[in-house]
């Protein structure tokens, strides 16, 4: 394991000058040779000049937002503000771009000198060379010269971390108003792009995560949330030389770059050599500052210990941008403004200062772009033509900046393509379509075969996915796609899980690896995923195995509208043919994309029953309840007796439960829901505690360190939980269950290596070793008649594991209706 070297402090000039002199890394002998690129003409059709002003609706007053006690501004008064700012300036450009989940107004500004229409195409035009034609943009002085650098502020994305709003809208102000040459040739040479409020729901509230109930900065690469995805789609439009996400609150304030581990997919040479400098830049401008507090900053790639604070999950805001060739920073300003012990005076002060600091982060991070401009935009390209060049990943030699060392080595090996086929060699064609969905969104490019092909040796039909890895963002496209790495051997800490994600493997797609061939076969670049489905023709009884949440939902649909649908052994179901049930059935697909078969011709199962499952947990069971078509009951240990209704079939148990603090009439509620044979699924230790104090399955949960996360190697048994499920399952602190009681099946179990990807231990009780080969999913019936599931891997965290929805979806059917 390696230990972070104690650094010198260093100066910001002194590095700046240290790393950009040092010669480029060379490229490695065997890299291909930058493919070309055929010019095509843009659609610049709906590019238009800058002012782009809106009047913004206003907001009717609210004293109850909790960003007045702070002292910034309250979200009502910010379209009063930037309406006032648009009116008195050209230079200010503000749109409501989207709605929070909570249905507040999202607000994007740009802020830049005027553009006529022309001016606003020749821009685009050249923000698409720097990614399209990497080389070219290198050496296009009309570009370096002539090109708007883009800075991109994300602000107040946790709720209860105020102001960087409030220093966003300062800066606004500021470059808004002032008459000086200064600011002037400044927004000549610039766009500065903010995301005013990314969180609304939660600035008023006074919570970090927003209405929904989601840490926003945790979604990058999920994107649940329509806030992440209005993050997601400013940060690809806009290509930002620097991003800064605006954070709160770490003594002394907090700014990347991060320790390792380091996500294994970035040029990081290229990062690092400004991102360290910029870094001492905004640490100085702090110290000018004055304040007490601001004497000083934690930087972590030189202050902490590895896995202290690092940047590997591509999940957070920052780590996400770097993987889009932008130079990216979480800034955690220093003062806590929250705690009832506060004086308002005190609250106010410690809000100014913080608004301060994160003032100095943009305007520090725009100098250093208008003082680096040359060698951004160079490196920004560089990101892309070595992506286009198929080159290898650089080898950093220790010393690169002051502190890196071989702690900081992570590294990946680009696979040639791959393969997201369609037709028979898929498991999921809704699943194959939302990863498309998922590439394309966050800039990736996704090309269709226009014919059959062979490649590796496997068949693939006419309208698969080829994801060429020659193409500028391949580092997010692998980021998502590849298993990940095994990271347990070199650190014992990370800032937060998981571990490892890969997209790949855990939302339920079929994906080939092509190490070395593209695929022999005409290409076409799509946009958007596709899942037609497919219905058998004739009239005969159909069969769906639900392999994903568009399986499940399309069961509900079906049983909804008073389809009768029997389930058989292996969890599959079947549907009768009649010419009713099959209008129905092709409805589905058409909505869902769902694939149904031809039922066997003696086939035998369970009639179901439209199914209502009460769940006690969190907003992540709610909404995979929802992804897989449930109705579904919010309830908590407190309401039982008025919640705990009659027509609950299932109950879904994800938090814990005593049994022994029940009042008696929650408890006489619960009893009387086992006593008429309700279903049971169990999630994590708090599900399996609830069944051993319930009396309905005995068994011993063990669960993993709470470090342990990432991609774990399952065997599946083939029950009606487990069939047709992929051999990778998505762990965050894995279970495992021994001392199996009487009538307890085993629907799954870990590998004899359980660890594909990610950080769990080796060793100890909670280690791999203890749970190798052990159950990791269980069912069976309780003396009462009750169907139980107990899972110890995470079907709902955080809504990512989309391929594991379809066994929880399957657990409460056949928990329902046996």
């Known amino acids: 394991m390696f230990v972070r070297r104690t650094l010198t402090r260093l100066t910001a000039t002194a590095v700046t000058a240290t790393v950009l002199a040092t010669a480029a890394l060379t490229a490695p002998a065997a890299a291909s040779a930058l493919p070309t690129v055929p010019p095509t003409a843009p659609d610049l059709s709906d590019i238009r000049g800058f002012p782009q002003r809106s009047v913004l609706p206003v907001w009717p007053d609210n004293p109850a937002d ?32 989207g709605r929070s989940a909570g249905g507040y107004d999202l607000y994007a500004v740009t802020v830049t000198a005027p553009e006529t ?13 720097i990614e399209d034609e990497p080389v070219r943009a290198q050496r296009d002085q009309a570009l370096l010269a002539g090109y708007k650098t883009p800075l991109f502020v994300n602000a107040n994305i946790h709720g209860n971390e105020w102001e960087g709003t409030d220093a966003a809208l300062r800066v606004i102000e500021q470059l808004a108003t002032d008459t000086s040459a200064e600011t002037a040739q400044l927004l000549r040479r610039n766009r500065l792009v903010f995301n005013i409020t990314s969180n609304p729901d939660g600035r008023v509230a006074g919570t970090r995560a927003n209405a929904a109930g989601y840490d926003l900065n945790r979604d990058l690469t999920i994107v649940s949330q329509p806030e992440t995805n209005l993050i997601r789609e400013l940060i690809v439009d806009t290509k930002p030389i620097i991003t800064l996400d605006l954070h709160g609150y770490v003594s002394p304030t907090l700014l990347h770059p991060s320790t390792p581990p380091h996500n294994v997919n970035n040029e990081y040479d290229l990062y690092i050599k400004h991102g360290l400098p910029n870094a001492l830049a905004i640490e100085a401008g702090l110290r000018d500052l004055g304040y007490p507090e601001t004497q000083r900053a934690r ?3 030189r202050d902490d210990e590895p896995g202290v604070w690092d940047d590997f999950p591509p999940i957070y805001v920052p780590s996400f941008a770097m993987l889009q060739s932008s130079i990216p920073y979480t800034i955690e300003a220093p003062l806590n403004p929250r705690g009832g012990n506060l004086t308002p005076e005190e609250r106010v002060r410690r809000s100014g200062i913080n608004t301060d600091v994160h003032e100095v982060a943009i305007r520090t991070s725009l100098r250093y772009i208008q003082e680096h401009r040359a060698e951004v935009l160079h490196d920004q390209a560089e990101v892309y033509r070595r992506g286009w060049a198929g080159e290898p990943l650089r080898d950093i030699p220790d010393g690169y900046v002051p502190g890196w060392g071989p702690e900081d080595d992570y590294r990946t090996t680009f696979p040639r393509a791959y393969v997201i086929p369609t037709g028979a060699g898929q498991r999921s064609e809704p699943a194959a379509a939302r990863l498309v969905d998922l590439l394309i969104g966050s800039g990736g490019r996704v090309w269709r075969a226009t014919k059959p092909f062979t490649a590796d040796g496997r068949r693939y039909d006419t309208g698969s996915y080829v994801v060429d890895l020659h193409q500028p963002k391949r580092g997010l496209v692998n980021s998502l796609l590849e298993p990940g790495i095994d990271i347990t051997e070199r650190v014992d800490d990370l800032y937060a899980g998981p571990a490892a994600w890969s997209q790949e493997l855990t939302w339920g797609a079929t994906v080939d690896t092509l190490w070395d061939e593209l695929p022999r076969v005409r290409l076409e670049r799509t946009y958007d995923g596709q899942a037609g489905g497919d219905l058998p023709p004739g009239n005969g009884d159909l069969r769906l195995d639900p392999r994903d949440a568009a399986d499940l939902l399309t069961v509900n649909s079906l049983l909804a509208k008073g389809v009768a649908v029997h389930r058989l052994a292996d969890g599959s179901v079947v549907v009768p043919g009649t010419p009713t049930n099959r209008r129905l059935a092709r409805a589905e697909v058409r909505a869902n994309g769902v694939t149904f078969e031809r039922a066997p011709a003696l086939w035998s199962g369970v009639r179901l029953d439209r199914v209502v499952v009460g769940y006690l947990g969190t907003v992540e069971e709610r909404d995979t309840l929802a992804d897989l078509g449930f109705e579904a009951r919010a309830l908590t240990a407190a309401t039982l007796s008025t919640t705990l209704t009659a027509d609950v079939d299932v109950l879904l148990v994800a938090g814990t439960v005593t049994l022994a603090n029940l009042t008696p009439e929650n408890r006489a509620a619960l009893d009387a829901f086992l006593a008429r044979g309700g279903g049971v699924v169990g999630l994590g230790t708090p599900g399996a505690g609830f069944s051993n104090a319930s009396g309905l399955l005995s068994v011993t949960a063990t669960a993993g360190p709470s470090l342990a996360s990432g991609v774990a190697n399952v065997v599946n048994a083939g029950g009606p ?9 998505f762990i965050s602190q894995p279970v495992w269950f021994t001392n199996l009681g009487a009538g307890v099946a085993v629907e799954q179990s870990y590998a004899a290596d359980p660890l594909l990807s990610g950080w769990w231990a080796v060793g100890g009780a909670g280690g791999q070793g203890a749970a190798a080969g052990q159950a990791s999913i269980v069912r069976g019936v309780s003396a009462g008649g009750s169907g139980v599931v107990l899972f110890g891997t995470d079907p709902t965290f955080r809504l990512h594991p989309k391929g594991l929805q379809a066994q929880l979806g399957r657990a409460l059917l056949w928990t329902a209706e046996r």
């Open 66 to 97: 909790a960003s007045i006690p702070i002292g910034v501004i309250a979200y009502d008064d910010i379209a009063p503000k930037l309406n006032s700012l648009q009116a008195a300036s050209d230079r200010v450009s503000a749109r409501v771009a």
């Open 117 to 129: 229409r022309a001016q606003a195409r020749q821009q685009e035009i050249w923000k698409r060379e």
């Open 299 to 301: 930087i972590p790639f």
């Open 721 to 729: 939980v487990s069939t047709s499920a992929a051999a990778h399952a």
